[in-house]
């Protein structure tokens, strides 16, 4: 039997499938396992290059495999597409994925250890609160608008409709209504608990985070940011700069160019959602503290506010931000003041 060198392992919840070849691309074997099989199969097996799909439980796997002895790569699904030929099947799937592997200029992701994705999900369960939190509070305002009870957006807006309902004189809402908004009031507390608990539990492990805290120092970088980025950067000399990490959280305008012209559109929106509206959020702060204390002292800002809308000057910002936070990862660097600042 020839020697495995290189495996493509198409990952799955309960049937995985393997495409191996030798050292000359043969295929070797080819065949299902389930999944209280996989280890054992590769415990048979010399060192091999594996190649994975990025996608859910990859990191798990990878982290196995590597435990074994065998050379674990992570590729984005979107790179590994263009070598599936014609119909789409696990077989097909896997051989791809057993080509792409082999390709020198293909893009890998970093495995990620338990607490990196242990602090991924963390933020995960805190923003999906969060979204919940506000489809509750949208629920309780448009319930009461429909019996006439508004009050001004906001938290202390909420808290006034919530007093409505608990007042058992309001005559303008009625029982069955007064008990269902009632019951939205109990588990919108319920999940403003959870939500500063999980606040609370963020800022510790943005403590026990040396690079966390490195990142906390750059303007519009809070411990929920910086957490994220070291959560969810394994490795950031993967990026070859700080204007390709950029790209990957998607502050980055698209591009439609052709025959030497460049044609430049909105930003591309690749990459980490998340990450994103943190940065956005971060640079709205920069920009919301530049005009109440004044802009002189940041040249570069006053210069764009002054001749783009605060919003685009802002993903303008979030770009800059992000390639400094990829700096001073990559590097293992501290923020320095620029300056003008440090005058």
């Not at 919840?13 to 065949?31: E, I, L, P």
């Not at 190649?51 to 074994?68: D, F, K, P, V, Y």
């Not at 789409?88 to 057993?98: G, P, S």
């Not at 250890?113 to 969060?130: D, G, I, V, Y």
Request: proline share 4%.
């Amino acid at each position: 039997m020839q020697t495995i060198t290189t495996i493509g392992l198409d990952i799955a919840k309960s049937v995985f499938q393997v495409h191996d070849v030798d050292a000359d691309g043969r295929v070797v074997v080819r065949r299902q396992l389930k999944r209280r099989y996989v280890l054992a199969f590769f415990q048979k097996l010399p060192p091999c290059l594996v190649g994975i799909e990025a996608c859910a439980s990859a990191h798990h796997w990878s982290r196995e495999l590597q435990a074994l002895g065998h050379t674990a790569k992570l590729m984005p699904p979107a790179y590994v597409k263009p070598y599936v030929k014609r119909h789409k099947n696990d077989a097909t799937d896997a051989e791809a994925i057993c080509e792409a592997v082999t390709r020198a200029n293909m893009r890998f992701v970093a495995t990620k250890t338990p607490e990196q994705q242990s602090c991924l999900t963390l933020h995960r369960t805190r923003h999906l609160l969060m979204r919940q939190q506000t489809s509750v509070i949208n629920a309780i305002r448009s319930h009461l608008a429909e019996f006439g009870i508004v009050a001004p957006v906001g938290r202390n807006g909420v808290e006034q409709l919530l007093g409505v309902v608990a007042d058992s004189n309001e005559k303008r809402l009625p029982e069955i209504a007064r008990a269902c908004v009632a019951a939205l009031g109990a588990q919108l507390r319920v999940l403003k608990v959870q939500i500063l608990e999980f606040d609370r539990m963020i800022r510790a492990w943005h403590r026990s985070s040396e690079a966390s805290k490195r990142l906390d120092q750059v303007p519009g970088v809070g411990p929920v940011l910086a957490t994220a980025l070291v959560a969810s950067v394994a490795d950031p000399r993967a990026f070859r700069s700080g204007r390709d990490f950029s790209a990957w959280i998607g502050l980055v305008p698209k591009q439609h160019s052709s025959g030497g012209k460049d044609r430049l559109g909105s930003i591309s929106k690749q990459g980490d959602r998340y990450l994103r509206s943190l940065f956005v959020a971060g640079a709205l702060s920069v920009i919301r503290y530049a005009k109440i204390h004044g802009t002189k002292h940041r040249p570069w800002l006053t210069a764009l506010l002054a001749r783009r809308p605060t919003k685009v000057a802002a993903i303008a910002l979030a770009n800059k931000l992000a390639r400094m936070a990829w700096a001073m990862m990559a590097r293992g660097e501290r923020y320095r003041r620029p300056a003008a600042l440090a005058a």
